[in-house]
């Protein structure tokens, strides 16, 4: 049976913070492995509320993916021309547990590929975290490449990242 789901835009309201939070709680394992501990309140608002430098809210875009029930089940944050014109960032694709080695998180990529193509995005931008090997795997698979490594702090921890780069076009 064909499972089918959609997308809501988070905004700085109780109620989405609470369907972020749901999402990161699930994903006890990647926060583990960001910051060293379980995901708070606060990580679920800062994934909707925080900017990079340079950018408004209308440049950066959170999605809760929901199920049938409307049981969220993911997140999308995506900056666009971040860091420079012409190239978006995903920020966050996180799926719960369950939600994983379904398709899922390719069908997602894909929607945000042509998203950004269609908005002019000549290039996608990821940064991984070095420990989480699963996920490099992910975005090879997907034809991302290196670029570089860079160290940045997540809740008073280091954490190593591989910034990981590929062009809008289908490959």
């Keep these: 049976m064909k499972k089918s789901y959609h997308v809501k835009f988070l ?13 990161c709680k699930k994903c ?3 926060y583990v492995l960001e910051a060293g501990r379980a995901a708070t309140r606060e990580d679920a608002a ?5 900017l990079p430098e340079g950018k408004t809210r209308y440049d950066k875009f959170t999605m809760a993916i929901l199920d049938e029930a409307n049981a969220p ?10 860091p420079k014109s012409g190239e978006w960032i995903i920020g966050l694709l996180l799926l719960v547990p369950e939600a994983r080695n379904s398709g899922m998180g390719h069908v997602l990529h894909e929607v945000i590929r042509e998203w950004a193509q269609d908005s002019g995005a000549n290039s996608l931008r990821v940064g991984v975290l070095k420990s989480n090997e699963s ?6 698979h997907l034809g991302y490449e290196h ?16 910034v990981l780069t ?3 076009k289908k490959a």
């Design 11 to 23: 905004m700085n309201k109780e109620t989405d913070i609470d369907l972020a939070e749901a999402v």
């Design 28 to 30: 006890e394992d990647y």
């Design 46 to 50: 800062a994934v909707i509320l925080e």
């Design 73 to 82: 089940i993911g997140l999308i944050d995506v900056v666009a021309d971040y």
């Design 135 to 140: 996920a490099a795997g992910f975005w090879r």
């Design 147 to 162: 670029q570089g490594e860079k160290t940045i702090q997540i809740g008073g921890r280091e954490n190593e990242v591989e």
């Design 166 to 168: 590929r062009e809008t």
